[in-house]
């Protein structure tokens, strides 16, 4: 039995759905202490946390947004408990996924301290990941709708404003530990008579809020960076490429 340390969190509601995904996060933070304060405060002002809001025109005592998660695991692979996994916390923010804009009603979040984009994007520590690969399965076990295909990046359902747990997180190695998924190249004929409608499509049969313009629209732009963020990270511009192409056809035919 994994042992989590209790750290409770007043920032939670009551969930209006039944659980069926489970979002990944990095914390973005400093460090662990400053991320387990500010999603346990009932009353977080921007003066007490170093970040985007400390520049010169925030007002060091303007109130920020209540936030938490289920779940914070530090770098030495401590996983911390915050909000019971019954309740909803509130760590997704404006998202979607499936066409379904509540992620917080239906969804477990746990937050991975890493500083992230904001402070040099450091690696994943070992004992980190295999804390996330054995946490995942304690929660697959609890929850019977849930499995590797419903774990998500906080990058897939807002991907016009979240990069998390960002490119230097390690699927590949959840996907190889049965706690998440990793397309496969196939074997099949592209279509190249409108490569940007068939790819449209394909991000919004995945989970992607993507509609078919037939043109690269922002969203579309954005969910193919996310998706190249997670599953082929060497090239996150967000071109319509073959390998790209092949990449969603595989993760498609996985996910549903
Ligand atoms: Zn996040």
């Known amino acids: 039995m994994t042992r989590y340390l209790q750290k409770p969190s007043p920032n939670f509601d009551a969930r209006t759905r039944p659980i069926d995904l489970v979002v990944l996060h990095y914390t973005g933070m400093q460090d662990a202490e400053i991320a387990l304060a500010r999603l346990t405060d009932p009353s977080p002002v921007a003066g007490h946390y170093p970040g985007p809001w400390q520049s010169d025109d925030v007002d060091a005592s303007a109130p920020l947004s209540r936030v938490s998660a289920h779940y914070v695991v ?56 295999d804390s996330v690969i054995q946490l995942l399965k304690d929660i697959f076990g609890r929850w019977p709708e849930l499995s590797p295909k419903r ?10 404003r979240k990069a998390d747990p960002g490119e230097k997180f390690p699927w590949k190695k959840l996907a190889d530990a049965g706690v998440s998924i990793w397309p496969e190249h196939v074997a099949v004929q592209l279509d190249n008579d409108d490569p940007v409608s068939a790819v449209q499509q394909q991000l919004s049969f995945i989970g992607y809020g993507v509609k078919q313009t037939g043109y690269m629209d922002e969203i579309t732009k954005a969910s193919l960076i996310a998706f190249q963020r997670r599953f082929r990270p060497s090239d996150m511009s967000g071109g319509v490429d073959d390998e790209t192409r092949y990449l969603l056809i595989a993760l498609g035919r996985m996910v549903k």
């Open 74 to 129: 530090d770098e030495a692979g401590q996983i911390y408990s915050l909000v019971p996994e019954e309740h909803r916390a509130w760590h997704a923010g404006a998202s979607s996924w499936e066409g379904d804009g509540d992620v917080n009603a239906r969804s477990i979040g746990i937050e991975i301290v890493n500083g992230g984009h904001d402070f040099g994007l450091p690696d994943f520590a070992d004992a980190q990941i």
């Open 151 to 160: 774990v998500v990046a906080h990058s897939d359902i807002a991907p016009e």
